[in-house]
């Protein structure tokens, strides 16, 4: 098994860095204290700036993306691309340290329905999340689950409903995995499109914290397996801010890109060949792609005529 990389801690410069890229240049001349506004704050900077993303396994021809968190530092922050769970989270846990917050990395079961699946089940642990301790309570932070994710911290207490984006409303709860023993509950994140629907489980997780060698597997796993929605279709997704308030996103999915703001879809443009997806990237979400990466795709199903 590939051995990890191991941790790094951003220089000060580094973060700065990142700061600014997420249009954060006042704090990133003086970092304010930990705190639960600050790490909203964040949070929302973040996922309206950096693209989630599965280009590491179409645009590539190692299909995987790296642990390394100098190599995660260069590709958001030095290329402006994006990146998968794995990419993004860590990054965003990495940068939090520095910025003082206790932080944790865990594993997530994916639900079969947020993972286009049918069925009441779970995937095994194919999802990468953080954990944040801040005056005695732990809080779930996930950057890297696209429009179905948490777009804010969630104190882990169950049943505690927190507002997303428009009129979305997310919670955790415990509850049994099937075939789990009743010593065994996970949390459950779950979320709704409004009050007027049912909540539906996205993903479980536990406390137990992961090691980087076991997001070497859930890599693996995530970038090579053809049941994996990663590996079937290229995706692109990012949060739309207006000021301090997120609105909506935008989403390329495979060949189709549309707007969602305020539950209103908006259909921008359908791209027919990799020369037209490659641009779209650039303009929607400001990835560009080196000649190598475009030819990573070149003989993989997900590539479109050109």
Not at 100 to 110: L, Q, T
Request: proline share 4%; net charge negative.
């Amino acid at each position: 098994m590939e051995r990890p990389a191991e941790d790094v801690s951003y220089t000060p410069d580094q973060i700065r860095t990142y700061l600014k890229s997420i249009d954060l240049s006042s704090e990133a001349a003086q970092f304010p204290e930990p705190s639960i506004p600050w790490l909203e704050k964040l949070i929302r900077h973040n996922i309206s700036s950096i693209p989630f993303d599965n280009l590491y396994a179409h645009y590539s021809n190692s299909n995987s993306a790296s642990l390394d968190p100098n190599n995660i530092y260069e590709q958001v922050v030095g290329t402006g691309k994006g990146g998968g769970c794995i990419t993004l989270n860590r990054l965003f846990g990495l940068i939090l340290q520095g910025l003082g917050f206790d932080v944790s990395m865990h594993g997530a079961r994916v639900h079969a329905a947020a993972g286009g699946s049918t069925g009441d089940w779970y995937f095994g642990w194919t999802h990468m999340i953080n954990f944040v301790r801040l005056n005695g309570k732990s809080y779930l932070v996930d950057v890297a689950f696209g429009g179905l994710g948490p777009s804010k911290p969630l104190l882990l207490e169950s049943n505690l409903i927190s507002a997303g984006v428009g009129k979305q409303e997310l919670r955790l709860s415990q509850d049994l995995v099937k075939t789990q023993r009743e010593s065994e509950r996970l949390w459950i994140f779950e979320q709704r499109k409004s009050q007027d629907h049912a909540f539906t489980p996205v993903y479980a997780f536990t406390s137990i914290s992961f090691l980087p060698q076991d997001f070497v597997i859930i890599r693996w796993y995530t970038s090579t397996n053809k049941a994996s929605w990663f590996t079937q279709k290229v995706i692109c997704m990012k949060y739309l801010r207006k000021d301090e308030e997120l609105v909506g996103m935008i989403i390329m999915d495979g060949d189709n890109l549309h707007k969602k703001v305020e539950g209103n879809v908006e259909p921008l443009e359908t791209v027919k060949t990799e020369d037209e997806r490659i641009r779209a990237l650039k303009k929607y979400f400001g990835i560009s792609l080196t000649e190598e990466e475009v030819n990573g795709i070149l003989e993989k199903p997900s590539r479109l005529c050109s």
